[in-house]
């Protein structure tokens, strides 16, 4: 673009499109994200400051201005891209080899990382995760298999957890109908998961960077981290819960929002013929058809999609506009922003309605309880043990006697800078807030911003004034937006050659490095190593007594269930001092009724819960035929076994 043409945007009151521009030049126009210099500490009142570093950024004035200015300016725009074109096709640039060879080897690069990283991921999810499950992980299929059992979307004879209706669990419905209730179903249907989370993070990543390279970089960089533990292991890739849907749910809807803005763009390009323009109109009402839709969807989720997901997304695209100064809170542009916002709200709103009308008074308590406050006499001691929950969750392990300079050490050392660098890069993200331009990509980094501390702040909520404080894992979506914006942070400080680039690069080393330890990690994972798992033993055990229906607690109940492929039914049961008694808890009522043709019953207790069932009176009215104990790495389990259904009806 000319001079002339430059001037003619800038007259129209449109923003000019930004260009991911590597020159000397462009890189000293960036502006100064973090500078050192004392002139840099005379102007820190600008530090955080919400609006844009841009001469033509004024873009609520040009919402009134902009019929007649483009009607004065239009000659001269055309004269000057004419000018311009012939000035290129005389003077057309020579290619660049070593330009041509970086992006080759850019795009070599990143492919061969996302594709490792991916394929570990999978490998995890279809072979290794199986030495790693347990009853926590059977939920999502259970409460499809809830579904296939009713023939309609909620059980009434089930008693949920929580309720998901727009979730993995939908998905894995057909899914039990083709393979059965069983590991099968459960493998494909994460696998599902696995694909919509890494293509849409890859699209999603890709609006904002402006290339596919570090697009996958990003994406293959996320994926490493959600191995770093066995407990985000399990929360991304063992199964399916509402805090990594609320990680989906944002990248789908930025990548729709950032669709919708490129297709209100184009609309606004001179010289459109009159059939462009309608397809431009079709291709945008299209796009916001779809993410209304999905924002319907996700408002079936409950009261964990909207403060996860909803008011997240919606919040942030109205705080983007709303805290600039330089928007008019009275135009049209600021009408659009705010219809869209409310629109958008009312649609999950009439999602939540939908969903309540399903469930017809039905209750998920564990859902309900994450909700409530705890005695804020507690809210100190949650506040103290947030840090170390975090470094937790994010792979520091407690190596008391291990040297630093072993290789375990060196590990540790190595999560301790990755678990504190997700934490404070977006923090570094928020200060570089006016320093995203007035471009899509700013407008989607300044989106990022938002999401993330609004999602920050619902957790903490939770977290120190509520009940989340009892299992680190609960900040799993803290983890999932601090990747995203930190990653996002790295990849456009370095496009824009940004004088934080270097700084951001070097500091998300150790974050790089934590990803491919992790990786290693499960790549070192033995395919059988589901043969050490206890509850894969416990079947075999039953296998071994020829006993394929009975009861036991619940972590040894549902997990065995489906590790045999619904071949060994074991259902969960509560066990005291006072007898034994059915558990309300991812249960249907239908699975304790007794089978005419089932000829023996077993109750699979641990020692401890067999020293409090045979002080009982249930057992001295009722005991087995006959008695049979093991023990399995190294826990001692005893197997009661009765020619009736206890718990029949």
Same mark, same amino acid.
């Given at each position: ?14 923003? @000019? ?19 050192? /210099? ?35 300016? $239009? ?46 991921? #999978?490998?995890?999810?279809?072979? $290794? ?140 390009? @001179?010289?459109?013929? =009159? ?70 709200? *009312? ?62 050490? *060196? ?6 800078? $990755?678990?504190?660098?997700? +934490? %404070?890069? @977006? ?13 899509? =990509? ?20 939770? !977290? %120190?004034?509520?009940?989340?404080? #009892? ?18 942070? *790295? ?6 050659? +940004? ?10 080393? @150790? ?89 023996? !019953? ?22 087995? =035929? ?14 009661? %076994? ?6 029949? /009806?």
């Amino acid at each position: 673009m000319d001079d002339n043409t430059k001037n003619t945007s800038a007259d129209s009151g449109e923003s @000019p499109e930004e260009v991911l521009d590597f020159t000397e030049e462009a890189a000293e126009n960036t502006g100064e994200v973090l500078d050192f /210099t004392e002139e840099a500490a005379e102007n820190t009142g600008e530090v955080l400051d919400f609006t844009e570093e841009t001469a033509d950024g004024n873009e609520a004035a040009a919402d009134e201005e902009k019929a007649d200015e483009t009607a004065q300016d $239009a000659p001269e725009a055309e004269t000057s891209a004419e000018t311009a074109a012939e000035e290129k096709e005389v003077t057309a640039p020579k290619k660049d080899p070593a330009k041509i060879i970086g992006r080759i080897a850019a795009w070599l690069v990143s492919a061969v990382l996302l594709i490792f990283v991916a394929g570990v991921t #999978v490998y995890y999810i279809t072979t $290794a995760s199986k030495a790693e499950f347990h009853a926590d992980c059977t939920d999502t299929i259970t409460w499809a298999e809830a579904s296939v059992e009713s023939g309609h979307l909620y059980n009434e004879d089930f008693t949920y957890a929580c309720f998901l209706p727009f979730s993995t669990s939908t998905l894995m419905i057909p899914l039990i109908h083709i393979f059965g209730f069983g590991m099968t179903a459960h493998i494909v249907g994460m696998t599902c998961f696995f694909v919509l989370l890494t293509v849409f993070m890859i699209l999603m990543m890709r609006e904002i960077t402006g290339s596919f390279p570090p697009a996958m970089a990003g994406t293959a960089i996320f994926l490493s981290i959600t191995l770093a533990t066995k407990k985000l292991r399990e929360i991304f890739w063992g199964h399916t819960i509402y805090y990594s849907l609320g990680i989906l749910f944002l990248v789908i809807g930025v990548y729709l929002f950032s669709r919708l803005i490129t297709a209100r763009s184009a609309r606004k390009k @001179p010289n459109k013929e =009159k059939k462009s323009k309608v397809g431009i109109f079709i291709h945008t009402a299209l796009i916001f058809i779809i993410l209304s839709a999905f924002m319907f969807l996700t408002g079936m989720d409950g009261i964990t999609g909207f403060t996860l997901f909803t008011l997240p997304f919606v919040g942030a695209i109205f705080a983007e506009y709303l805290v600039n100064p330089k928007h008019r809170l009275f135009s049209i542009r600021s009408l659009r922003v705010t219809f869209v916002s409310l629109f958008f709200l *009312v649609m999950s709103i009439l999602g939540n309605a939908l969903n309540n009308e399903l469930l017809d008074g039905m209750k998920a308590g564990y859902q309900d309880a994450n909700s409530e406050f705890s005695d804020y006499n507690t809210w100190h001691g949650h506040l103290q043990g947030l840090p170390l929950a975090w470094m937790k969750l994010l792979g520091v392990q407690n190596l008391p006697d291990v040297m630093f300079t072993k290789e375990k050490g *060196v590990k540790n050392i190595i999560f301790i800078a $990755a678990s504190i660098l997700i +934490a %404070v890069l @977006p923090i570094v993200a928020t200060f570089c807030y006016k320093k995203y331009g007035t471009d899509k =990509k700013g407008r989607l980094m300044r989106m990022w911003v938002w999401m993330h501390w609004a999602v920050t702040a619902v957790v903490m909520m939770g !977290y %120190v004034c509520g009940i989340l404080s #009892v299992a680190d894992w609960r900040l799993t979506p803290v983890v999932g937006t601090s990747l995203i914006l930190s990653i996002s942070f *790295v990849f456009w400080a370095v496009s824009r050659k +940004a004088d934080v680039a270097r700084i951001a690069v070097i500091l998300f080393i @150790p974050v790089f490095a934590a990803g491919m330890i992790s990786c290693d990690e499960v790549r070192k994972m033995k395919k059988d190593g589901y043969k050490q798992n206890t509850q894969y033993k416990l079947a075999e055990f039953l296998r071994e007594q020829n006993l394929d229906r009975g009861y036991a607690t619940f972590w040894n109940s549902h997990a065995i269930t489906l590790l045999t492929d619904n071949k060994i039914k074991v259902y969960d049961i509560n066990i005291s001092d006072s007898g034994a008694y059915i558990r309300g808890y991812q249960s249907s009522k239908k699975w304790y009724e007794t089978d005419p043709e089932q000829e023996e !019953y077993f109750i699979l207790l641990t020692d401890y819960e067999f020293s409090q069932y045979s002080a009982s009176d249930d057992y001295k009215n009722d005991p087995p =035929k006959r008695l049979t104990d093991t023990v399995i790495n190294n826990v001692g389990y005893n197997l009661l %076994v009765y020619d009736h259904n206890m718990f029949g /009806t």
